[in-house]
């Protein structure tokens, strides 16, 4: 670390302990992300605030899933002090809790290989190699369901539907306690409003570097379940928690800046998409399946990723149309930008967005064809016109998106063999204790029958 670089840490740490004592911060979160995306956190109290801000803090990796074995636990949390905030409600006991956002090292300094934020940086530096710099914006759908005793149910508090209003809209309310808590903590949400199905509802967060986005979901996230709580409500970001209704996703818009400039952007082409852009949609497309895995990790993500509910279950792109997997909105110059619309908000947020600047840049780097854009409804196609196009199916289930994954090598790069092998470990797992139970489902379908 060079001299400048020291003196301008030093200086933003001396601000943070003006400003905890100013505001009466007693407790620092130092908030991490385990590989699959829950937000993790070690608690201080002010006497350690120093300590924490110089990145003093150690905690035993080997009790996070797919950090280290049990003979590597010390690890140390980093933070990034460019995260600091302060969170808009009081701790149980009163007083103010501060947040950082930490990167997770080994004793010598080296960056953990079980860190996701880790990962993404990785994927930005190899961005910025080849000078581009990622822009992110999701587009985030959750449920609130009523809880009994404690418990949460699954029973809506609302019948609310697409854009619809008090006295329907019963989470108006609540929706609006979140936005109001986001610009809180200085986030800038774009709009918010009820989705389709009962219970269901969208906020949507402007777009940043994907650094800066990533961390935005996790806290977005820890945000909406605290002020659902508070208000004796259950928030949830399960893709599919009931039948029959429209799952949800996290619609992810990006582009790519190049030289303060939108790569995705070529005025002189007809549909005003430059070669950047149409070689970054073909490397998503290519690498979907194993991508698929990781911005789609439950067993419960392929309940959405079904026809008949808006959500995406070929691999190709569209201009306008929204049955594909990639659609690009309207606007042009500065907005350009590509919409990919198989993501859950179940995902981990660091890993899926470094999967997906990492296809889409292998996308580039080989001159990938993205074939031509789909201009009619792909669900109403036979099987037959979409062989004649061309056009591949997701993965059906869990199992056969970790096949694909396990296949990528560009993939397991992306993720570091660490990573990997322990997502998908975790995961094959996870599938396996999936098919040994036996649905109601399968007992009404079955049982008188055979």
């Not at 003196?7 to 590989?35: N, P, Y």
């Not at 880790?118 to 759908?141: C, D, F, H, N, W």
């Not at 940043?208 to 928030?235: P, S, Y």
């Not at 995705?264 to 430059?274: A, E, R, V």
């Amino acid at each position: 670390m060079d001299e400048t670089t020291e003196r301008a840490r030093q200086t933003r740490i001396a601000q943070i302990l003006e400003t905890v004592e100013r505001l009466g911060v007693k407790f620092m979160r130092l908030q991490f992300s385990d590989i699959f995306g829950i937000t993790k956190n070690v608690e201080v109290p002010d006497k350690q605030f120093e300590a924490a801000l110089h990145g003093r803090i150690i905690f035993d990796g080997s009790s996070i899933e797919g950090f280290v074995r049990l003979e590597e636990s010390d690890m140390y949390l980093k933070p990034d002090l460019a995260t600091f905030n302060v969170f808009p409600w009081p701790h149980e006991t009163g007083e103010r809790v501060g947040r950082l956002i930490c990167d997770i090292t080994n004793p010598d300094g080296t960056p953990s290989t079980g860190c996701p934020r880790q990962t993404l940086k990785r994927a930005i530096r190899q961005a910025a190699s080849a000078g581009y710099t990622m822009y992110v914006g999701p587009e985030a759908e959750f449920f609130l369901f009523q809880t009994r005793d404690g418990e949460a149910t699954t029973e809506t508090h609302d019948a609310g539907g697409y854009f619809d209003l008090t006295p329907v809209d019963l989470g108006e309310d609540v929706r609006r306690q979140i936005v109001l808590a986001l610009e809180a903590m200085g986030f800038e949400v774009e709009a918010a409003h009820h989705e389709v199905a009962a219970g269901q509802h969208e906020i949507d967060l402007r777009y940043d570097d994907v650094l800066t986005t990533a961390d935005t979901v996790a806290t977005f996230r820890f945000i909406v379940k605290n002020v659902a709580m508070q208000n004796g409500l259950h928030a949830t970001f399960m893709p599919k928690p009931l039948d029959g209704v429209f799952g949800s996703g996290m619609h992810t818009h990006q582009s790519l800046f190049r030289d303060g400039k939108n790569a995705f952007y070529d005025p002189d082409t007809p549909n005003g998409l430059s070669d950047t852009c149409l070689h970054y949609i073909g490397g998503l497309l290519k690498h979907a399946k194993a991508l698929c895995a990781i911005t789609n990790p439950l067993v419960n993500s392929y309940k959405r990723l079904v026809p008949g509910y808006e959500a995406p279950t070929h691999i190709a792109w569209s201009e306008r149309n929204r049955s594909p997997l990639v659609r690009v909105p309207a606007p042009r110059g500065t907005a350009t930008r590509i919409e990919l619309r198989m993501p859950d908000p179940s995902c981990n947020p660091y890993l899926a967005f470094a999967a997906m600047l990492r296809a889409g840049l292998d996308g580039i780097e080989n001159q990938l064809d993205a074939g031509p854009p789909v201009a009619k409804n792909i669900y109403k196609m036979s099987y037959r016109e979409r062989r004649h196009l061309r056009i591949d199916e997701l993965p059906a289930n869990l199992s056969e998106a970790l096949g694909a994954l396990e296949k990528s090598e560009l993939m397991r790069d992306t993720l570091g063999d660490h990573i990997c092998e322990h997502f998908i470990e975790a995961k094959r797992g996870e599938w396996s204790d999936y098919i040994r139970q036996v649905s109601r489902w399968e007992i009404e379908r079955y049982l008188k029958v055979y």
